[in-house]
């Protein structure tokens, strides 16, 4: 019975990324087996040293040439293609006595790897199996930070040694690149990149993951310190612009942003995925306390809750620690551009100083679209949405619009109905839409939407208490064409009569 044959993928070059699998096989393997160029060292045994045992067999297999001349009768090819040779026949010896061959490959044994002149000599004569690493392709994307592919992009693996004229050419028509085998080709290599016009955007990788990893914008690079573990990537466009160097640990880059995010109206199952993720990836959450209280604590993250009625100078906060490169999300309870923090943040944002800190609004479930789902849907036609507070604008304004609502029979929207400070306006609100609309209006009061005391109260104009209303309760006011189903579930029909 024979031995089996194994390729083993050993990973770029940190011995931590040679796979379980991988380090098991190396440790039980009779026979293992490893390419050097003539000086002897194998870059292959150092990583898998951690791996190895006593009593192992070892299998030196040293190249006859690399890049230097031969006076073999068949040139380069026939020294290399006659060594492959002589090689398989030595690990076949092992597999004939019945002995496990590993044969180590940096990166994966499939890619651009030494092993698969052996497969091809062997795999049909012995049992086989190759074992996957991760490729310095990768190991390389991740040295720098960079995606290689997004979405629908084409990624385009080439080695170096094709000439200036093809590398140009494949690197013009494509996403993103890798150029493999430099050494002694990067000058071509790096005169492909810029006929291509894609120079300034490429990144050098050298030795990735390993404690001798360099890397450098490719534009930079001298040719003369390119050894041949190394290579040019092109990375995604998509991406856009990110610093080669090593980024420090909680930002202090130029990536800082306020992201003003919208909770929804109370239930976690209201925060909406995009939400969720801008939650996930700040350093830094800013908002009012109740609201703030909402978002799960993480202890990598810094939380400043603050009170309701200071929002300038939450904003001003926020932007004062995005502009030193912190990624800061101010929190919003329901959608953060409806009565809420997006408009305060990007008007201060205006403020000279400011300019170049990026704001970007994820939106929200309302309030008003909650209370109304749980009612029916009295928003199914035109509707208007006000906030009873005059903290902001002077009563006599709130009490224009609504008569001018009320007239115009839209379905109307209440936010801030009545406060321990605010506690006559609603009862004056009543009287103004009264003016113009029936008692019978229908009315929807929302308490508590989506958290622990929610409560759904369906009354109409006449018989609506203003006692029984708080802060944490919205109003819908219904148009003249609103109904109760018999059901109980409260809608506006989407018609209007002519």
Same mark, same amino acid.
């Given at each position: 019975?024979?031995?089996?044959?194994?390729?083993?993928?050993?990973?770029?070059?940190?011995? *931590?990324? %040679?796979?379980?699998?991988?380090?098991?096989?190396? !440790? $039980? =393997?009779? /026979?293992?087996?490893?390419?050097?160029? @003539?000086?002897?060292?194998?870059?292959?045994?150092?990583?898998?040293?951690?791996?190895?045992?006593?009593?192992?067999?070892?299998?030196?297999?040293?190249?006859?040439?690399?890049?230097?001349?031969?006076?073999?009768?068949?040139?380069?090819?026939?020294?290399?293609?006659?060594?492959?040779?002589?090689?398989?026949?030595?690990?076949?010896?092992?597999?004939?006595?019945?002995?496990?061959?590993?044969?180590?490959?940096?990166?994966?044994?499939?890619?651009?790897?030494?092993?698969?002149?052996?497969?091809?000599?062997?795999?049909?004569?012995?049992?086989? *199996?190759? %074992?996957?690493?991760?490729?310095?392709?990768?190991? !390389? $994307? =991740?040295? /720098?930070?960079?995606?290689?592919?997004? @979405?629908?992009?084409?990624?385009?693996?080439?080695?170096?040694?094709?000439?200036?004229?093809?590398?140009?050419?494949?690197?013009?028509?494509?996403?993103?690149?890798?150029?493999?085998?430099?050494?002694?080709?990067?000058?071509?290599?790096?005169?492909?990149?810029?006929?291509?016009?894609?120079?300034?955007?490429?990144?050098?990788?050298?030795?990735?993951?390993?404690?001798?990893?360099?890397?450098?914008?490719?534009?930079?690079?001298?040719?003369?310190?390119?050894?041949?573990?190394?290579?040019?990537?092109?990375?995604?466009?998509?991406?856009?612009?990110?610093? %080669?160097?090593?980024?420090?640990?909680?930002?202090?880059? $130029?990536?800082?942003?306020?992201?003003?995010?919208?909770?929804?109206?109370?239930?976690?199952?209201?925060?909406?995925?995009?939400?969720?993720?801008?939650?996930?990836?700040?350093?830094?959450?800013?908002?009012?306390?109740?609201?703030?209280?909402?978002?799960?604590?993480?202890?990598?993250?810094?939380?400043?809750?603050?009170?309701?009625?200071?929002?300038?100078?939450?904003?001003?906060?926020?932007?004062?620690?995005?502009?030193?490169?912190?990624?800061?999300?101010?929190?919003?309870?329901?959608?953060?551009?409806?009565?809420?923090?997006?408009?305060?943040?990007?008007?201060?944002?205006?403020?000279?100083?400011?300019?170049? %800190?990026?704001?970007?609004?994820?939106?929200?479930?309302? $309030?008003?679209?909650?209370?109304?789902?749980?009612?029916?849907?009295?928003?199914?036609?035109?509707?208007?949405?006000?906030?009873?507070?005059?903290?902001?604008?002077?009563?006599?304004?709130?009490?224009?619009?609504?008569?001018?609502?009320?007239?115009?029979?839209?379905?109307?929207?209440?936010?801030?109905?009545?406060?321990?400070?605010?506690?006559?306006?609603?009862?004056?609100?009543?009287?103004?839409?009264?003016?113009?609309?029936?008692?019978?209006?229908?009315?929807?009061?929302?308490?508590?939407?989506?958290?622990?005391?929610?409560?759904?109260?369906?009354?109409?104009?006449?018989?609506?208490?203003?006692?029984?209303?708080?802060?944490?309760?919205?109003?819908?006011?219904?148009?003249?064409?609103?109904?109760?189903?018999?059901?109980?579930?409260?809608?506006?029909?989407?018609?209007?009569?002519?």
């Amino acid at each position: 019975m024979t031995g089996r044959l194994y390729g083993v993928g050993l990973g770029p070059g940190d011995p *931590e990324l %040679v796979t379980v699998k991988a380090a098991r096989l190396i !440790a $039980a =393997a009779d /026979v293992v087996a490893f390419h050097a160029a @003539r000086h002897g060292r194998s870059v292959a045994r150092g990583i898998a040293e951690p791996y190895l045992r006593e009593g192992q067999i070892e299998e030196l297999l040293v190249y006859p040439v690399t890049t230097e001349t031969t006076d073999h009768p068949g040139g380069y090819q026939g020294a290399i293609d006659e060594f492959y040779e002589a090689a398989a026949a030595r690990l076949a010896a092992h597999l004939d006595a019945g002995r496990d061959v590993v044969v180590l490959a940096e990166g994966d044994p499939f890619f651009y790897g030494s092993y698969m002149h052996m497969h091809k000599r062997l795999a049909h004569r012995y049992p086989t *199996e190759v %074992v996957p690493g991760v490729t310095s392709v990768s190991g !390389a $994307a =991740a040295a /720098v930070g960079r995606p290689l592919v997004e @979405r629908d992009e084409v990624l385009t693996v080439l080695p170096g040694t094709l000439p200036a004229d093809e590398l140009a050419d494949r690197l013009a028509t494509t996403d993103s690149a890798v150029v493999m085998k430099l050494g002694r080709t990067f000058p071509q290599v790096r005169e492909a990149f810029d006929r291509a016009g894609v120079l300034d955007r490429a990144l050098y990788v050298e030795r990735a993951t390993t404690d001798r990893q360099r890397t450098a914008p490719l534009a930079d690079v001298d040719p003369a310190s390119v050894p041949y573990f190394s290579l040019a990537l092109l990375p995604s466009p998509l991406t856009g612009e990110l610093p %080669v160097a090593d980024r420090p640990a909680g930002g202090g880059d $130029a990536s800082g942003e306020v992201v003003v995010v919208g909770l929804g109206p109370g239930a976690r199952h209201w925060t909406t995925p995009e939400a969720a993720d801008a939650l996930a990836t700040a350093e830094v959450l800013i908002g009012y306390g109740p609201y703030l209280d909402r978002v799960p604590a993480n202890p990598r993250q810094e939380r400043f809750p603050t009170d309701n009625r200071v929002e300038a100078e939450r904003a001003a906060h926020a932007l004062e620690l995005a502009r030193s490169g912190r990624r800061v999300a101010v929190v919003s309870s329901g959608d953060p551009g409806v009565f809420a923090m997006a408009a305060a943040v990007l008007e201060v944002a205006g403020r000279p100083g400011f300019e170049d %800190v990026p704001v970007r609004i994820v939106p929200g479930l309302t $309030a008003a679209q909650a209370v109304a789902s749980r009612a029916g849907a009295p928003l199914g036609h035109d509707f208007c949405v006000m906030s009873l507070s005059d903290v902001l604008k002077p009563w006599d304004v709130v009490v224009d619009r609504l008569r001018h609502a009320a007239a115009a029979d839209l379905v109307v929207a209440l936010y801030n109905p009545r406060s321990k400070h605010r506690p006559h306006q609603l009862g004056e609100a009543q009287k103004v839409l009264l003016e113009t609309r029936s008692a019978d209006t229908v009315v929807v009061v929302g308490r508590d939407v989506g958290g622990p005391e929610e409560q759904l109260t369906v009354t109409t104009l006449g018989d609506l208490d203003p006692e029984t209303v708080d802060m944490r309760c919205l109003l819908i006011i219904g148009s003249s064409r609103t109904r109760v189903g018999a059901g109980g579930a409260v809608w506006t029909p989407r018609t209007y009569p002519g």
